[in-house]
């Protein structure tokens, strides 16, 4: 199983932009699709973005779509989330999470293997 740490998130202003980055350790990155997903206290976690183990497709909430790009680099074993056009509805703990041998786009959070700590963003209006 691997382990996940993200970090860049911090304060921005709306129509700000921030790159989060997720860097995992163990084996066998390049064989989990990984997502980003987003929580506020006293919400469900929801989905942000995914991509695929190959980095060939991926997958956006319509929330975030235009906005927000998911990517990876494998041979750096990280994950970006990549945000524009940040709103204050952004706001919220973005978590890094990863699932083995998945090849489909649809994440759901109680499917995920590993999950990161997660890191503070807020978006200030």
């Known amino acids: 199983q691997v382990q996940l740490e993200e970090s860049g998130g911090g304060l921005v202003q709306a129509g700000d932009s921030l790159r989060l980055s997720c860097a995992a350790s163990?084996?066998?990155?390049?064989?989990?699709?990984m997502a980003w997903f987003r929580q506020v206290t006293g919400k469900e976690r929801e989905f942000v973005a995914g991509?695929?183990?190959?980095?060939?497709?991926?997958y956006y909430a319509d929330s975030v779509k235009g906005r927000f790009t998911i990517s990876r680099d494998n041979a750096k074993n990280t994950v970006y989330l990549e945000m524009n056009s940040l709103r204050p509805e952004d706001t919220a703990v973005y978590y890094c999470?990863?699932?083995?041998?998945?090849?489909?786009?649809?994440?759901?959070?109680?499917?995920?293997?590993?999950w990161g700590r997660g890191t503070l963003v807020t978006v200030s209006s």
């Open positions: 163990g084996r066998s990155f390049g064989s989990y699709a």
């Open positions: 991509v695929h183990w190959s980095g060939h497709s991926t």
């Open positions: 999470a990863g699932r083995i041998h998945y090849s489909g786009g649809v994440f759901f959070a109680r499917n995920m293997d590993s």
